[in-house]
Each structure stands twice: as structure tokens, then as C-alpha cells.
């Protein structure tokens, strides 16, 4: 794993409040805003690709609570951004899986908010998510706000790992889980961030078995 990351993964609790939500996920000390914040501004280019990925409140795809962005540069290099965005739920029940809760996105940016500092920026990339899901869940996330989806060049790294490690199906598959440990990746799973940098990571690792 390439160990070079754009913003740390634990909070100074000296930092200004647009800072806190480019950090991972840490619930046990983060501490809530009172007004809802400014979105962090994204790490500047250029890149040659990048990585997305979102955590949902709920089983409602459109239910976006985090977002997570890895940007590759063209020396390898990847530069993280992360976001905590309100679903403006009360279901909370996916926190089982990564540990977010409605206090934690109190005061966090909407995701049109998110979408619209996002959509130029990427719009002449390619966008990897592992498995559909994360492209889904924007769409959903859009209809239900009456706006359309970004046209991004969306790319699955699922597919991508299947054609550099055909060995793991039926032996793990090719969930970040199990390429977590095939290839000995390092990043705490479900978090948008951690996830996003695990995506591009797949992709990077991938690359050198093609052209071997």
C-alpha cells in the first residue's frame, strides 16, 4: 500500500472546522460542529484517475453519509479527501456496519452541496468505485433531490481485480475485504475514505500485473 496520504487519519483538536471533514471517521472523539460546515476544498491536480466511494445511514441507496475520494497521481502517488455529508435521516441502522451516526454528520455539508463541488472537478477523469454501488447511491441520492446525476466515466475495480486475480473467485471473491488481506493491503474498511484509497490501491497493484 502506498503509505502517502493527503490529510491525516485521526482529528487535531486545533484544527479549524473546514479540516475536520476531510479526516477519516472517528467516533469515538469527534466532536459535533454547531452550524453546518464549509466543504473542505479538494487536493489539487493533476491526477490520472480516481477512486469513490460512499457510506448510507440506511439501506436506501440514496441515504449518503460519507464520501470518500482518492485521487492517483501520475508518480503514484495518492492524495485522500474525505466528507461527512447529512442524509437528513433518523434511520440510522447501517451504523453497525461503519459506525457513523446522526451525531456525527450534525452541521455536515448536504450532498448537493458535495456534488456540486465535486462534478467539474472530475468530469474529465475516470472514476473507479468498487462494485456499482457508490455510482447507484449518488443516483438515488439525485433523484431524490431532483437533479440530475453526474456524468462521470465511471470504471468498477471489482472488474478490474477480477481480470488481474482470477484465482480468488470461488476463494474469496473480490470484495476489499479479501483483497485486503490476497494483497496485503493496510486501511480500516468502511470508511468512504480508507475505502476510496483501497479502490485506487486495487487499481495501482492491478496495473503492475498487466504489465508483467
Same mark, same amino acid.
Given at each position: 500500500?502506498?503509505?502517502?496520504?493527503?490529510?491525516?487519519?485521526?482529528?487535531?483538536?486545533?484544527?479549524?472546522?473546514?479540516?475536520?471533514?476531510?479526516?477519516?471517521?472517528?467516533?469515538?472523539?469527534?466532536?459535533?460542529?454547531?452550524?453546518?460546515?464549509?466543504?473542505?476544498?479538494?487536493?489539487?491536480?493533476?491526477?490520472?484517475?480516481?477512486?469513490?466511494? @460512499?457510506?448510507? !445511514?440506511?439501506?436506501?441507496?440514496?441515504?449518503?453519509?460519507?464520501? *470518500?475520494?482518492? #485521487?492517483?497521481?501520475?508518480?503514484? +502517488?495518492?492524495?485522500?479527501?474525505?466528507?461527512?455529508?447529512?442524509?437528513?435521516?433518523?434511520?440510522?441502522?447501517?451504523?453497525?456496519?461503519?459506525?457513523?451516526?446522526?451525531?456525527?454528520?450534525?452541521?455536515?455539508?448536504?450532498?448537493?452541496?458535495?456534488?456540486?463541488?465535486?462534478?467539474?472537478?472530475?468530469?474529465?477523469?475516470?472514476?473507479?468505485?468498487?462494485?456499482?454501488?457508490?455510482?447507484?447511491?449518488?443516483?438515488?441520492?439525485?433523484?431524490?433531490?431532483?437533479?440530475?446525476?453526474?456524468?462521470?466515466?465511471?470504471?468498477?475495480? @471489482?472488474?478490474? !481485480?477480477?481480470?488481474?486475480?482470477?484465482?480468488?473467485?470461488?476463494? *474469496?471473491?473480490? #470484495?476489499?475485504?479479501?483483497?485486503? +488481506?490476497?494483497?496485503?493491503?493496510?486501511?480500516?474498511?468502511?470508511?468512504?475514505?480508507?475505502?476510496?484509497?483501497?479502490?485506487?490501491?486495487?487499481?495501482?497493484?492491478?496495473?503492475?500485473?498487466?504489465?508483467?
Amino acid at each position: 500500500m502506498i503509505d502517502i496520504e493527503g490529510v491525516s487519519a485521526s482529528r487535531d483538536l486545533g484544527a479549524p472546522l473546514e479540516l475536520l471533514y476531510t479526516r477519516a471517521v472517528h467516533s469515538e472523539d469527534f466532536t459535533m460542529p454547531s452550524m453546518r460546515s464549509v466543504l473542505p476544498p479538494l487536493p489539487s491536480g493533476p491526477f490520472r484517475f480516481f477512486a469513490l466511494d @460512499v457510506e448510507t !445511514a440506511n439501506n436506501q441507496r440514496g441515504s449518503i453519509c460519507q464520501m *470518500g475520494l482518492a #485521487g492517483v497521481r501520475h508518480s503514484g +502517488q495518492i492524495e485522500t479527501w474525505t466528507c461527512f455529508v447529512d442524509p437528513q435521516t433518523d434511520d440510522w441502522s447501517c451504523t453497525r456496519i461503519h459506525g457513523i451516526t446522526g451525531s456525527h454528520v450534525l452541521g455536515a455539508p448536504l450532498i448537493c452541496d458535495v456534488i456540486d463541488l465535486l462534478e467539474d472537478p472530475l468530469s474529465d477523469h475516470v472514476i473507479y468505485q468498487h462494485s456499482g454501488f457508490d455510482r447507484a447511491a449518488i443516483a438515488a441520492a439525485c433523484k431524490t433531490h431532483q437533479r440530475d446525476a453526474p456524468d462521470w466515466q465511471w470504471r468498477d475495480s @471489482v472488474q478490474v !481485480a477480477r481480470k488481474a486475480w482470477p484465482e480468488l473467485k470461488g476463494n *474469496g471473491g473480490h #470484495g476489499l475485504a479479501s483483497l485486503k +488481506q490476497h494483497l496485503g493491503l493496510s486501511f480500516r474498511h468502511h470508511d468512504a475514505g480508507e475505502d476510496a484509497r483501497a479502490a485506487a490501491e486495487v487499481v495501482l497493484r492491478a496495473e503492475t500485473v498487466f504489465a508483467g
